[in-house]
């Protein structure tokens, strides 16, 4: 077995070589390129600033809401408690694909391992699968709260929401730690350019060599498991949840229902809207940009999008917000 180089000086200058590990007479990928957003030379300031101030956004606004629950009596509730592990949750996130994506645009060195690909698309994998569990475990909380509201404290203990916060968390790992092994069993002989900014499952399949039509069902699998099933009881909850506030006598108390449930249901839908789409459409209709604009979307736009949507549209949140102002 022997090393070869390969030249991208006219695409890539920055980059002397990549290296290819040669073994016979099959040629396998030893480190990939993330083109990213490589095409764009001319944006290449404008992108760096734009995710740095994106990042900051994320950042700022999932630790505010973190700590406005943690400091306020009146968010000491399960729905308060589910809300600071998702925007813990979302920090994680959005913080496996921007901060490779900032280094790239910064410093113009597209490379990364095989080993760095594998540990990002796991821990990308995992975290996506946990926001998936998560979401489901929220509804069931609205559940509860709307549906049984005389259980309400008995069922959703602390216990059992400890129990609940640790079964998302911990939930997907054992299946898209195999996911990601398998994928990465696989010999990449095609190309050792991935055309996205991070490694994700789409992309990096369209390098592998042979037939990766196994791998494309056990992503189907998965899917139906950690995303097509969680969506699944959302919706059951909710169906539950909006014939149940229908019935309540008055107008205000509708109003009220209503709101509670709003916020969550928009994450819903941007979430799993945007990844169902990448995930579950056909290979043959995949192209190099939807898959970037719509990873874009649910990596980065969800994640800075939901500090806004559960502060601006929760009236328990903006009361706490005047009470912290006001205090300081």
Known sequence: MKLKSILLTESFPQIKHIDIMEEDNASTVAQFLLLGFSDLPNLQGFLLGMFSTTYLIILIGNNFIIMIIRIDPALQKPMYFFLANFSFLEICYVSVTLPRILYSIWTQDRSISLLACATQMCFFLMLAATESILLAVMSYDRYVAICNPLHYPLVMNPTKCTQLAVGSWIGGMPFQLGQTCQIFSLHFCKSNQIDHFFCDIPPVL??????????????????????????????????????????LPTAEGRAKAFSTCSSH???????????????????????????????????????MLNPLIYSLRNKDVIAAMRRLFLRS
């Open 206 to 247: 369209k390098l592998a060599c042979g037939d990766t039509s196994v791998n494309e069902l056990y992503v189907y699998v998965v899917a139906i498991l950690l995303a097509a099933i969680p969506f699944m009881l959302i919706l059951t909850s909710y169906s539950k949840i909006i014939a149940t506030i229908l019935r």
């Open 265 to 303: 249901l928009v994450v819903v839908v941007l979430f799993f809207g945007s990844a169902s789409v990448t995930y579950l459409m056909p290979k043959s209709i995949h192209s190099a940009i939807s898959d970037k604009l719509l990873s874009l979307f649910y990596t980065i736009v969800t994640p």
